[in-house]
């Protein structure tokens, strides 16, 4: 696709500095970045890269002046980038409808706007709106619905009755709807609880590859609208994670825990189950959590704290052992003082 | 499907205070039940609930006295809830056989009252016994052995001469018998062992969604009967699980270590290679393991150590800075004392 | 298969000390082996097993002693031994071309010296080269290459572009190609970066089972010839590993990360993105690493710091409660000390 830097401007709401009728070909990183692209520059410690890039045009911040090449000016260059490169690489979706080699149930209800590839199947009652696609290998099982404008890529299971909402994006092995991890006990026999629950997965939701949800006991395990998930995260049953919330790879949450609104959660963190995070709260790499973090704070180790605190910890751990020699000197020079004063007594 | 109280009591084994015509119809958390629901209180946290349900009956532990609405008495309400879901919510399997989208190699031995979806593939000399379904993308290797009553969820991929036993569940997404994690070197060279052993999984076994069980170098690894696994979990080769243990979320086994009887991992500990864990330990969230574990131990942190050390530990690193700062102001106190003592020496 | 010790012994370059002419039928571990096998002894604590074992020769290094069986004496008998169980069992590959159930694009480049199991899926402009097997559930996207004597094992998910080298074994559920974690953030909505790169695996790379590389933002996500990695594994998008390093299972290295050649990255280490790891250094086992890494460093824990200080510091941890006391014990003592010094003032 080929754009003029004058209408890509105008796609991002930019304003251009320099000749806006330069045709803009491809769209690539600074260092990367050939004769025909557009690039940007969002982070100051790139600034030295102007001079360099071969790149035709840059997006870059209002305050940025340069006049060697074709800038465009906008409030949130990598924001903009963003979309362009969305706009430039963008390829129209082929809906071909069913494919001979999908299996679909005579029962299930796919709208003909969408993509069900060969080796997809659709079970009976399940649903697939319009504008959505079905890579091969995808399961989608009794009752469950697919909404407007979704992709699920190869190798995905939804489990039955399960519910997923409009522009989701799933990438490949993720398990939506496995049974939750519930057992009764009698004696040392595990007694399984049926998962008679669901999940929803809301809008605009994108959960990375090998992730598994687990349905709920009960009631929904819920995912809610713009929550971004990266890979190979584990979700217990009836665990609710808010609005906006972003969840790193190798996270675990336990059964029933709550993840408020714009909450980060780091990889590899864990939490255990039945607990509250708040909205806006952090909790960074490898930390554990086992109890409810208030609204805003930045929670750090296991067990979790304050992760000013725990930089100040985590300082002091490391001079352990200096300070486990300093004690055993200080012991020693106690007990002399002590025998001088005593000599003194006498 | 309805039944009256007095037919589910007789189902687990309880005693009903109250009317036992009533009509149940539905099973639900105590929060959510509505009227024609049965529910439970096993945890006192609940009991202010009782009041409140609109549950038509609940199944309560004998001391517990409440008498507006019918009660089920038991000694253990959370088993006794876990087989009347069961029970009520139960769907017969439709044991359809060998579907026309499935691909089962002429060798094969499939029992004719199986459920072999589209999609599933099973492999020569592979055999599934009388009452199990696989699911669309459900593979089965060569010589393959999938025991009665069994169900392999979508996608999951069994390995050749693999051995699964009688009433298994195994989630989507979950590998038995990939290749266990063996190499010989020659200078910077890995020479890849071949995995010549297999897996073995006992009757009763629950394995979690994608989850990865190696097969053994030679010989077999080995989930035995009873254990029940979340997702995401790593079992290396040659691993041994005994009867009845548990293990949460995103564990990993290094090769060769042995779990004893109902031991419990707890999520995202890990555990060295060559290890024994005795029967009845528990590893709490986090640890990481690398000697062996006495029977009945509570095993916490890395390096680990006794779940009650641990406590006290953690205790005392979150006061390290305090202690830090205090450790500077008795060395300053000494050496002033020292110089006290000492100028009343002159 | 039958071969004679002296067969053994020129397939390896090693040296036959008694009857060239016995017969071996079998390879096993030197507790298991029975007549007609042949083992290996590689680890001196396994000595004592020499007189005990059943098999009929035993592989050894060239300073072991021993009259009573044949033995082969070689440098690295564990190598030994992994050649020979390969010549053993090795199976010839039954490459039978494009099977009729699978789907094959028109405009895909098969060799037909290949295998494509019956639900293998191969897109457009695909190409799979001589020698290489897809299992069933394989999804090799738009434009993918994999090359010569590959291996996808069942469930394995190429996604589009990507490159696979020569002798490159993929385990089940494993995905090769999920877009990257890469967004721009307006106010609180995550707006998605189109991740145009690729994955490319080198020759002779073997990946575990579900494992989740992801494709770069631009450019390519790159893993070089020779590596290892176990399961579960986590690499984000632009990560670079070099020739030779090993990564065990549940590692999470994050976007942008450079691992160096010869790395040793241990099980559930998790790296921050934007650091390098140079050549030959180790990261433990848990470790948390959010720095660089100097070449040959081992480093441990989390903040990572160097293995033989994490050593000490463990230990001083685990000494901490008594420290505590300790240092309160001192703190009376000084108080008690400056007293009586004061007193005597007077």
Partial sequence: MEKTIGELASHVGGKVFGDENVIISGVNGIV???????????????????TKTKASA???????????KPLIKV??????????????????????GISD????????????????????????????????????????????????????YPNVTI????IIGDRVIIHSGTVIGSDGFGFAHEGNKHV???????????????????????????????????????????IGHNVVVEEGSILIAQVGISGSSKIGKNV????QAGLVGHIKIGDGAMITAKAGISKDVRPGEVISGFPGMPHRKWL????????????????????????????LVKTKDK
Wanted: charged share 25%.
């Fill in 192 to 234: 399984k609880i049926p998962q008679v629950g669901i999940v929803r997965i809301d809008d605009d939701v994108e959960i990375g590859s090998n992730c598994s949800i687990d349905r709920a006991a009960m009631g929904k395990t819920w995912i809610q609208r713009g929550v971004i998930m990266d890979n190979l995260i584990q």
């Fill in 32 to 50: 990367e970045a050939v004769k025909g692209d557009i690039t940007f520059v969002a982070n100051p410690k790139y600034m030295e890269f102007l």
């Fill in 101 to 152: 080699g999908a299996h679909v149930h005579p029962d299930a209800k796919v709208d003909p706007v969408t993509a069900i590839y060969p080796l997809a199947y659709v079970g009976k009652g399940a649903e697939v709106k319009e504008g959505s696609v079905i890579y091969p290998g995808g399961y989608l099982g009794d009752g469950a619905v697919v909404g407007r404008d979704s992709t699920l």
């Fill in 264 to 267: 980060i959660l780091s990889g």
């Fill in 58 to 68: 840059i997006i870059v911040s209002p305050e940025i002046q340069f006049e060697e």
């Fill in 312 to 339: 100040k910890t985590m300082g002091a751990v490391s001079k352990l052992p200096e300070m486990r020699k300093e004690l055993e000197r200080l012991k020693k020079e106690v007990d002399k003082l002590k025998g």
């Fill in 75 to 96: 409030d949130n260059p990598y924001l903009a980038f963003a979309e362009i490169l969305t706009l430039m690489t963008g390829t129209e979706r082929n809906l071909f």
């Fill in 159 to 162: 489990m039955d009755r399960c």
